[in-house]
Nanobody, 115 residues
Framework: QVQLVESGGGLVQAGGSLRLSCAASRSTFLFNVMGWYRQAPGKQRELVAT???????NYADSAKGRFTISRANAKNAVYLQMNSLTPEDTAVYYC?????????WGQGTQVTVSS
């Protein structure tokens, strides 16, 4: 079974930075797309950024210019560098990995940005 494990969340002040990491275990194939989603309390889960195995990137408008997604295909890992964080970025961040037959999700990591 494939497992996605996130790390790097935490509490930061507004204007600070965090780097989220996600690694897939027990995987013998390369995911088509890996990325990050987030969900704030009372709100729907939303896309933050994705990256294909061929390095095509997609960002939410709110993330452009502040967040950078990257992948290490040989490690089946995906990362999200988050800069200039604001309280509006506070959410649980979930790693996602897409295969031809469906999606896998991590357990989520909490990001809290204080004023």
């Amino acid at each position: 079974q494939v497992q996605l494990v996130e790390s790097g969340g935490g509490l930061v002040q507004a204007g600070g930075s965090l780097r989220l990491s996600c690694a897939a275990s027990r995987s013998t194939f390369l995911f088509n797309v890996m990325g990050w989603y987030r969900q704030a309390p009372g709100k729907q889960r939303e896309l933050v950024a994705t990256m294909s195995s061929g390095s095509t990137k997609n960002y939410a408008d709110s993330a452009k210019g502040r967040f950078t997604i990257s992948r290490a295909n040989a490690k089946n890992a995906v990362y999200l560098q988050m800069n200039s964080l604001t309280p509006e970025d506070t959410a649980v961040y979930y790693c996602n990995a897409n295969a031809d037959w469906g999606d896998y999700w991590g357990q989520g990591t909490q990001v809290t940005v204080s004023s």
